[in-house]
């Protein structure tokens, strides 16, 4: 080829290109989120997901948020979707907002990352292994979640007699918690009691409970409500100085005693990963739903001195992956 056609040629692709760009085409992914709005790492964490498999936000995908915090919101919210021809849903931290999509659409993807439940016993996927349907997605459920968090808490509060533990009824993968968590309490021989909340007044009341049945220690269920009260329910546990297992890093951020979790980054990551999978033509039946990899367990080492624990002297801090001091 002569130099004067290459740099014709050359001078012409350079005009192409943007042009190729402007027209590369658009898919809306549309986030259905039980809190309401995600936290901004949890969105960027997802993104990272998309990355991997290149998507990129503002380039070829379009990322619209549709808060569901309250069950009449979840048809509007899918209406609205369906509306705006969204390519994939997403579903973070809502059984029921992912039940009622399952109900709207057999065809268009379906994406979940929740952590309360086994999403097999609750009717979402027909196995682990080969999902079926149009859905799939990454469960922190593994049953061993909230039996963890009880066996750490009775490495800080060995002298708990009772211990409790707060979950709201009306949380789908409420139950299910429950058992494990109940189950893993007598073979430990651990005195238990179970208190519900789910309404604001209910958790005055269940921490009220708490205080009188004289429990030494508290683990709380994974839920979308209890992460909308979360600075209400660390007030609470340093009113009635009761120490508390949470079930995310959040809330030991925020003053809370210590958590137990999968690694939320992780997990949105992989959900994000799948997300793009199913962009690019994969389906959720041949996609097997995932479980976590990785663990935090964190400590808020000021909070166990306020409650007068010396954690500094116990072993559990060998095991915690963050000490926040």
Not at 14 to 23: D, E, G, I, K, N
Not at 169 to 191: F, H, I, K, W, Y
């Amino acid at each position: 080829m002569r130099r004067r056609q290459f740099i014709a040629l050359l001078g012409g692709a350079a005009v192409a290109w943007p042009s190729m760009a402007r027209a590369q085409k658009t898919s809306l992914i549309a986030w259905l989120d039980g809190g309401g709005q995600p936290r901004p790492d949890s969105v960027v964490a997802f993104r990272s997901g998309l990355n991997e498999l290149g998507y990129v936000e503002g380039y070829n995908v379009a990322i619209k948020i549709y808060g569901v915090e309250q069950p009449e919101q979840v048809s509007e919210a899918i209406t609205a979707l369906m509306r705006d021809s969204a390519a994939v849903i997403f579903v973070n931290a809502s059984w029921k907002a992912v039940i009622a999509a399952k109900a709207a659409t057999s065809t268009l993807p379906i994406v979940f990352a929740d952590g309360s439940g086994d999403p097999v016993k609750l009717g979402i996927v027909a196995s682990l292994a080969r999902p079926g349907g149009n859905i799939t997605g990454v469960s922190m459920y593994t049953g061993t979640l909230v039996p963890k968090r009880l066996e750490l808490l009775r490495k800080v509060v060995p002298q708990a007699a009772t211990i409790a533990f707060l979950t709201n009824p009306n949380n789908l993968g409420s139950e299910l918690d429950t058992m494990d968590v109940q189950a893993a309490a007598r073979a430990m021989g651990q005195d238990f009691m179970v208190v519900h909340a789910s309404t604001k007044e209910e958790l005055d009341e269940a921490f009220e409970t708490i205080a009188q049945r004289r429990a030494g220690a508290l683990l709380t269920d994974t839920d979308v409500f209890f992460n909308r009260r979360r600075g209400e329910l660390v007030a609470l546990a340093a009113r009635y100085r009761i120490p508390v297992c949470y079930s995310s890093r959040p809330y030991v951020l925020a003053g809370g005693l210590m958590s137990y979790s999968d690694d939320r980054a992780a997990t949105l990551r992989r959900a994000g990963v799948y997300t793009g999978r199913a962009l690019r033509g994969d389906k959720p039946a041949d996609l097997p739903v995932l479980l976590p990899t990785t663990f935090q367990f964190v400590v808020n080492l000021k909070t166990a001195k306020a409650l007068g624990l010396d954690l500094q002297w116990r072993t559990v801090l060998a095991y915690a992956d963050e000490v926040i001091e």
